[in-house]
């Protein structure tokens, strides 16, 4: 299928939303039409709303993704690694993985307040587990017999960790990353639009609060935007790095 | 039981290190002291009020809303090609947007109650369960879908005796998903909307600056997405009895 064909859907979506919004199907409050949200992009754009309140959830959210796997990474690898930490970190993660990180919103803001301290730490502690829980399997799953040819070949613990266990759990802990990056944007977004003085969740509740709808949608479809691009980046990104495997 | 242990040794670390002077309580109150605040939440009724409506009013409904018409859109986009046509390209941009973002839209929409709070957990829990159905769907052997064919199954019978049974774990894996995301998304769309409910309760808390209210929130819906978690580990050990999975 050609891509104008495959994308045809959206399109038809995009028009369907003007005209309802045109021919007065829903009130234009309601829902304003897209000509005149791409209008309020432009000038939010302009006036540098969008990049200054863009690049301070940029900073939050890789801040805090960075840090998450990192951290994640080493605790997952280090349980596959260490049966003994494995037996204490283990099930502390199956404890925590399930807990609506959400949660940790307001506990966060209680610790650090309502600036970049709080969000990047939010981020940190939600998205550490899949990269954790990625890498642990990955590791965990690493090949005995590769294992042990390094080892034979007189290839130490570290060389062995870093030239054979960490390549092969490479794929899972990627994967787990991918999960990390979804969530990163959600934690971002929700903790933004609850409390925040800055960042692009805070332009969209300070809009809709204002009654600046078509600036409101502008917004929300330029995060929902970014939320896509960057998965489907970090996925080119992914292949690429996996590129060595059969 | 041996399991057991970590985690008494971390809410044993949480009082020694609460108590210890290192923090002020209000960074981080004991966790006696929290435990001694959700019984007093529980006896005056008021965590009742809160997990119900979080729980029943919000989670439940927007997750069984989600897993019927993500099940339903699941086969509609393996089956037929007009709905893989139009759904396949919304499915592939919706899943990795963040949904969140569009809460006060949301709201703008269907008003501060439960209809938006609602809305805003179907949006975010769809589609997992879409994505799982289809891939499910895909993954059914052709000799299972023929055989049928050939004893002259029409179209329903085989999507409802062969390919819902076989793909089954995975609409599982699917659902399994999206509780926890729905339970996420009460949380948040509480946070923002105020009200009632469990995250509402721990934002109020978190404005008067009642840090044991906070940590009692978190302890409180830690325990309603765990309890989440396991009842629907259980439910697919229930409903998938007869799999190779259940019986190994």
């Not at chain 1, 037996?87 to 199956?94: K, R, S, Y």
């Not at chain 1, 990627?174 to 990056?181: D, K, Q, S």
């Not at chain 2, 819902?164 to 399994?176: E, F, H, K, R």
């Amino acid at each position: 299928m050609t891509p104008v064909l495959r994308y045809l859907p959206l399109l038809i979506l995009a028009l369907a939303w003007e005209a309802a919004a045109r021919l007065g199907l829903v009130s234009s409050l309601a829902l304003p039409p897209l000509s005149r949200v791409a209008v309020a992009w432009l000038d939010l754009a302009r006036d540098g709303e969008l990049t200054t309140n863009g690049l301070a959830s940029l900073y939050r959210a890789s801040a805090g993704l960075a840090l998450a796997i990192v951290i994640g990474a080493a605790l997952g690898v280090g349980m596959a690694w260490w049966k003994h930490f494995d037996a204490l970190v283990g099930p502390l993660v199956e404890l925590f993985y399930p807990m609506p990180k959400s949660a940790l919103i307001p506990v966060t803001v209680l610790w650090l307040g309502l600036g970049d301290g709080s969000k990047i730490l939010l981020i940190f502690l939600g998205c550490m587990l899949p990269v954790t829980l990625g890498a642990f399997n990955g590791a965990r799953g690493a090949d005995r017999m590769l294992i042990w040819s390094a080892r034979s070949m007189g290839a130490g613990p570290l060389r062995v960790l870093r030239d054979v266990v960490l390549p092969g759990a490479l794929p899972e802990l990627l994967n787990g990353i991918r999960t990390a990056l979804a969530l990163a944007f959600v934690l971002l977004v929700s903790s933004e639009l609850i409390v925040a003085q800055q960042g692009l969740g805070y332009l969209i509740g300070y809009l809709g609060s204002t009654g600046t709808y078509d600036g409101m949608f502008a917004v929300v479809l330029t995060v929902a935007a970014a939320g896509f691009l960057a998965d489907r980046a970090y996925q080119a990104l992914m292949n690429r790095a996996l590129q060595w495997r059969d | 039981m041996a399991r057991l242990i970590p985690i008494l040794l971390v809410a044993a670390a949480w009082e020694a290190f609460a108590r210890s002077g290192a923090v002020t309580p209000f960074m981080l109150p004991p966790l006696s002291a929290v435990i001694e605040r959700i019984w007093s939440d529980a006896a005056s009724g008021e965590l009742w009020v809160n997990a119900k409506l979080t729980l029943l009013y919000r989670t439940l409904p927007g997750f069984l809303i989600a897993a019927v018409a993500g099940v339903a859109a699941g086969f509609a986009i393996a089956r037929n090609a007009l709905a893989r046509w139009f759904l396949d390209p919304i499915v592939s941009i919706g899943f990795p947007m963040p949904k969140i973002a569009f809460l006060p839209v949301i709201v703008l929409w269907l008003g501060f109650f439960e209809a938006s709070k609602i809305a805003m957990i179907v949006l975010d829990a769809i589609f997992p369960v879409i994505t799982a159905t289809v891939a499910g769907i895909a993954a059914v052997e052709r000799e299972l879908i023929w055989s049928a064919r050939n004893m002259g199954a029409r179209e329903g019978e085989l999507m409802r005796q062969v390919m819902l049974p076989a793909a089954l774990p995975q609409i599982m894996t699917g659902l399994q998903v999206a509780l926890p995301l729905s339970l996420i998304v009460a949380v948040v769309a509480e946070m923002a909307m105020g009200g009632y409910g469990l995250g509402a309760a721990m934002l109020a808390a978190s404005r008067f600056a009642d840090s044991r209210g906070v940590f009692a929130g978190i302890v409180e819906i830690a325990i309603v997405g765990l309890v989440l978690v396991k009842g629907m580990a259980l439910l697919r050990r229930q409903l998938l009895l007869w799999h190779p999975e259940t019986q190994a």
